[in-house]
């Protein structure tokens, strides 16, 4: 069982900055595959990036060259920095966590960015 918890949302002006974390619980977080995704209002849930257990990372297309995902093996923790933010990244932001079948998200955190 993993239990993850996301900080560092909050209201952004478009074009600003924000830096989200998420903490994660327990002894096997190195062999995580580790995700941030967000849902918009009325909108279904969307892949932000992934960062693998060997950190190797992936995004959507809507974030590339704006975003960026790493991670902290000795603080179990990963980091999404968000630049050049526009309204269209308002949302709530998860942390997801995986190894083979199993799942685990966080209780989001809002992001809301004001044009």
């Known amino acids: 069982q993993v239990q993850l918890v996301e900080s560092g949302g909050g209201l952004v002006q478009a074009g600003g900055s924000l830096r989200l974390s998420c903490a994660a619980s327990?002894?096997?977080?190195?062999?995580?595959?580790m995700g941030w995704y967000r849902q918009a209002p009325g909108k279904q849930r969307e892949l932000v990036a992934t960062?693998?257990?060997?950190?190797?990372?992936n995004y959507a297309d809507s974030v590339k060259g704006r975003f960026t995902v790493s991670r902290d093996y000795s603080k179990n923790t990963v980091i999404l920095q968000m630049n050049s933010l526009n309204d269209e990244d308002t949302g709530v932001y998860y942390c997801?966590?995986?190894?083979?079948?199993?799942?685990?998200w966080g209780q989001g955190t809002q992001v809301t960015v004001s044009s």
């Open positions: 327990g002894s096997m977080f190195s062999y995580y595959g």
């Open positions: 997801n966590a995986g190894f083979g079948s199993s799942r685990y």
């Open positions: 960062i693998t257990s060997g950190g190797r990372t």
